[in-house]
């Protein structure tokens, strides 16, 4: 008889890490995840490939409650497998499990513990990172490492990009995993044996602000962390946000926190160097159009430089 597990997943990497579980023949007794918003419309789901599976959906509002751990208990499943839940799972779930319970984080444990960590790893200028599926314990992102797969970081990627390839590693990294977890001969590492940890909390609105003190690389890093179908860097004006959708660092020279139309586009000048912009967003509108992005720059009161 195959194992059984509870899945807990969401995002695109949770989609891609349950896919890669169901192919090793791992019984899943029934996946608990969140109802899709409609800005998420650009993946699919876990509750997708459930529904594909005849897998019983749980949209719990609060997966901690006295009532799921009754509900998980009574199911006696041999594994619990988190894939980028959202809810940090109480200690009390983790003695249900006969062969324990697992999650899969966006990082090379032990570092960038905590939330959003493609995002983060693309903020501070990485060049790798990857994923790790570790034991859990009451403490976040703790626990014994199970399996890693490390992922270049290319100098122009994209939190979209990295997500996509994370949720392929995620799948070949489960695929390959979850055997071993079913008879017991997954190895396990202890995260203390491989270097100092680091944290770091969600990403609020504030994160994403642009600073014309900041160097033009630490700038594209923060464009490219929240690019989209992330709410996007933005500028603070006094008619408001004004998102930076897309930019790419140039040679071109810009006055750091003005403005100027070159040839190749409109320039943004950062600490030491510009940015040739690409996109930018001014409320629900989105516009390519480097004279539409002069306009907005100049209607916002950001200062024209002409060399």
């Not at 059984?4 to 969401?10: F, G, K, L, P, Q």
């Not at 594909?52 to 499943?77: C, K, M, S, T, W």
């Not at 959202?86 to 444990?109: K, V, Y």
Request: proline letters at 8%; charged letters at 20%.
């Amino acid at each position: 008889m195959s194992a059984t597990a509870i899945v807990c997943a969401y995002s695109p990497v949770g989609t891609s890490a349950l896919e890669g579980l169901l192919e090793t023949g791992i019984r899943v007794l029934g996946l608990y995840t969140y109802a899709q918003s409609a800005d998420e419309a650009w993946f699919t789901a876990p509750a997708a490939v459930a529904e594909r599976h005849g897998i019983p959906i749980h949209l719990e509002p609060n997966f901690n409650a006295d009532g799921v751990y009754e509900r998980i208990r009574a199911q006696a499943p041999d594994l619990l497998l988190s894939f980028y839940f959202r809810e940090m799972i109480q200690g009390r779930f983790l003695d249900l499990p006969r062969l324990g319970a697992f999650n899969l984080h966006g990082s090379l444990l032990p570092k960038y513990r905590g939330r959003a960590p493609l995002n983060w790893v693309l903020v501070k200028g990485e060049t790798e990172t990857g994923i790790t599926l570790h034991a859990m314990t009451p403490k976040p992102d703790d626990g014994h490492i199970v399996a890693q797969s490390r992922l270049p970081i290319a100098w122009d990627e994209t939190a979209l990009s990295l997500t996509w390839r994370a949720a392929e590693a995620g799948r070949e990294l489960v695929r390959a995993i979850a055997p071993h977890l079913a008879d017991g001969t997954a190895p396990r590492v202890d995260q203390k044996t491989l270097g100092p940890s680091t944290y770091f909390g969600g990403r609020k609105p504030v994160d994403s602000r642009l600073d014309f003190a900041m160097p033009v690389t630490e700038a594209f890093n923060q464009i490219r962390a929240v690019a989209d179908p992330w709410p996007n860097a933005f500028l603070e004006t006094p008619k408001g946000p004004l998102k930076v959708a897309w930019a790419l660092p140039t040679a071109l020279p810009c006055p750091s926190g003005c403005f100027r139309q070159s040839g190749e586009g409109t320039l943004l000048g950062f600490q030491d160097g510009a940015l040739l912009l690409h996109a930018l967003r001014r409320g629900d509108l989105r516009s390519e159009r480097p004279t539409e992005h002069a306009l907005w720059l100049r209607e916002a009161g950001f200062t024209e430089a002409f060399l």
